[in-house]
């Protein structure tokens, strides 16, 4: 495959590839390294290339088992965990002071959990993956991310709880 054809056919996905790695990563600069290495992988390749019949969904698959490599990489996920949590106060308005301790409670509580149900919990509640996307992610089968999910959720509510119930009986 030429450079020209190897432009048509694959660049147009450019947009469509980012916005993938974007959703994945929540990072732009990272977005556009990993969309960036997977046209070099592709470029690569380009001569087993011609036998794919759907390059669009080859592009997808690859930028996506990508992601899911690099969100797997513990320096990786460990960087994002403390951007993941920094980033629940920006949602709240900024004048609502009881909704901001809050959610800064939450986080804390959510910082105390073992790191496989953190991870989870952002996954899922944070960064609202799909059951499917954690799978590839972890590694863990959907019933271990259940059944972590649903501990996680069930510590952070009654570590809510006891912190909110002890404030309201100290008042």
């Not at 592709?42 to 690099?70: H, Q, Y």
């Not at 991870?119 to 089968?141: A, F, M, P, Q, W």
Request: proline share 2%; charged share 30%.
């Amino acid at each position: 495959m030429d450079a020209e054809s190897f432009k048509k056919e694959f660049l147009p996905f450019h947009r469509k590839l980012y916005h993938i790695a974007y959703r994945l990563l929540e990072n732009e600069a990272d977005a556009e390294d990993l969309v960036q290495e997977a046209y070099l992988k592709l470029w690569d390749k380009r001569e087993g290339l011609a036998i794919i019949s759907n390059p669009e969904a080859f592009s997808v698959t690859l930028v996506k088992n990508m992601c899911f490599d690099l969100l797997r990489s513990g320096k990786y996920t460990a960087n994002k965990q403390t951007v993941e949590l920094n980033g629940i106060h920006y949602t709240c308005p900024a004048d609502d002071m009881e909704t901001r301790d809050e959610v800064r409670q939450v986080k804390n509580i959510i910082a105390q959990l073992p790191e496989q149900q953190q991870k989870v919990v952002i996954l899922r509640d944070v960064k609202e993956c799909s059951y499917e996307e954690i799978e590839h992610i972890t590694g863990l089968n959907s019933i271990n991310i259940r059944v972590l999910l649903s501990r996680a959720r069930k510590r952070i509510r009654e570590q809510f709880n006891k912190l909110n119930n002890y404030e309201s009986r100290r008042n």
